[in-house]
């Protein structure tokens, strides 16, 4: 890696450099969060809150929750809701957030099977080592009929916003990050990742090679982002 460990990972996501990485741009990472995506951000969260139809006293995973303003958001439905992310500086820059956090590796949750109502994974299915097993763990924690929604970037589904889209994540995205982000070379990465991630009817399909069932999926602004739903 060109601009080295601590500044970004590389698309074969190695653990500890997809870590690293996170922990170098935790502290202003909400932030760089809603300047990139236009403020659509927080709108996607309420979308993905609403994908899992909480009921109060549910036992929710969010799963790659960062700074945990996701489980946040979650937290409104009356659910009780347990932050979990690999990267230690990203719990501790969402350490005023009064929901609980655990430290928890997406390739070998520290929960028992069958130990969740509801699970979610925002923009961090894609981040991870091995997203089929990362699925067949979510599954495994989930009691029959949990219900799981993944909200992850995507494939615009017009052809010309999709190049328009393409042309931003490869060359405005890095530069705008530039002047808002601790680590503007950690979004080459995040530019990179998302250009490679499957798009809708691929993740679609990883969900069924998983065992879930029920899969669906809803596109988010013109398809930048996607909520796929599923259930065990």
Not at 57 to 86: K, P, Q, Y
């Amino acid at each position: 890696m060109g601009t080295g460990s601590q500044d970004r990972a590389t698309l074969d996501k190695d653990p500890s450099e997809v870590a690293a990485m996170f922990d170098g741009v935790a502290k202003r990472y909400d932030l760089t969060n809603t300047v990139l995506s236009f403020g659509q951000d927080r709108g996607w969260r309420r979308k993905t809150r609403k994908a899992l139809a909480l009921r109060r006293g549910d036992i929710v995973l969010d799963l790659a929750a960062g700074t945990a303003v996701s489980t946040v958001e979650l937290a409104t439905s009356g659910a009780h809701c347990i932050a979990a992310d690999f990267s230690l500086g990203m719990l501790k820059a969402g350490a005023h957030r009064d929901v609980p956090k655990v430290a928890a590796d997406a390739l070998a949750l520290p929960f028992a099977d069958e130990s969740f109502d509801a699970a979610t994974i925002s923009f961090g299915l894609r981040n991870v080592h091995d997203a089929p097993k990362a699925l067949s763990e979510l599954r495994r924690v989930l009691k029959p009929g949990g219900r799981l929604v993944i909200c992850e970037f995507s494939t615009p589904t017009f052809r010309a916003f999709r190049t328009v889209y393409m042309e931003y994540l490869m060359k405005a995205l890095p530069v705008v990050a530039t002047k808002v982000s601790s680590n503007p070379a950690a979004y080459v990465y995040l530019a990179e990742s998302i250009r490679a991630w499957p798009d809708q009817t691929r993740l679609a399909a990883l969900l069924r090679d998983a065992g879930f069932t029920k899969v669906d999926w809803q596109n988010l602004t013109g398809g930048i982002a996607a909520i796929h739903s599923a259930v065990r």
